[in-house]
């Protein structure tokens, strides 16, 4: 079974506070995602990474950025957190190639307040 | 633009059948993928559909019209723990997904 690892389920920070988000995934997948999930609208993609040292901005990339030193881990940082980037992240990883390849795997999520 | 269409809340009782539509306006497409999601979980994958037609894993099947951009999530012998948000999401000629607001199903004994 794939398994995507979120470092906290639950984190509260304070606005201007510097967060790191963790992600490990065991199945020597390729790709890794970022995304933020909120009421009422659908996943939005804050970064993705196609390799090690890889990055490629997503849809909503402003006040995020990643870091992949390792194929497992990808690292979400919010530089100086704010009230707005309140929401739900949710990691994801696929391997590349054709369509049933790129199933993303989820991991469970961190729900971050900031106060 | 991209769109992705689906309803926002659907209700229905244990032990009947539902359909849940999607429709969507996309650049370009690999495939329409959907997954659930229980409260406070991950999105889990269910199914995907690349041809038109329709697609059969057990109690939850999946159906694919490409020219008129339109899928729907069929779900039978409806069970409580069916209770959960369903995503809808396109992938798109760049192999990303672009997601549905999902839909919440509510199940009623």
């Known amino acids: 079974d794939v398994k995507v690892t979120q470092s906290s389920r639950y984190l509260v920070k304070r606005t201007g506070e510097k967060v790191f988000l963790e992600c490990v995934q065991d199945?020597?997948?390729?790709?890794m995602f970022w995304y933020r999930q909120d009421p009422g609208l659908g996943l939005r993609l804050i970064y993705f990474?196609?390799?090690?040292?890889?990055?490629e901005k997503g849809d909503i990339p402003e006040g995020y950025s990643v870091s992949r030193e390792k194929k497992e881990r990808f690292s979400l940082i919010l530089e100086s957190a704010s009230t707005n980037q309140t929401s739900m992240y949710l990691c994801?990883?696929?391997?590349?190639?054709?369509?049933?390849?790129?199933?993303?795997?989820f991991g469970a999520g961190t729900r971050l307040s900031v106060l | 633009g991209q769109n992705i269409d689906q309803p926002t809340e659907m209700t229905a009782t244990e032990g009947a059948i539902v359909q849940i539509n999607c429709t969507y306006q996309?650049?370009?497409?690999?495939?329409l993928f959907w997954y659930q999601q229980h409260a406070g979980e991950a999105p889990t994958f269910l199914s995907y559909?690349?041809l038109d037609g329709l697609e059969e894993k057990g109690r939850f099947s999946s159906f694919l019209s490409r020219s008129k951009g339109y899928s729907y999530l069929l779900l039978k012998e409806l069970q409580m723990k069916d209770s959960a948000s369903y995503l809808c999401?396109?992938?798109?000629?760049?192999?990303?997904?672009?997601w549905g607001a999902g839909t919440k199903l509510i199940i009623k004994p």
């Open positions: 994801a990883s696929s391997q590349r190639g054709d369509v049933a390849k790129n199933i993303q795997y």
């Open positions: 199945m020597d997948h390729e790709n």
């Open positions: 990474s196609y390799d090690v040292k890889m990055k």
């Open positions: 996309t650049s370009g497409f690999n495939g």
């Open positions: 559909n690349v």
């Open positions: 999401a396109v992938m798109d000629s760049n192999y990303q997904l672009i």
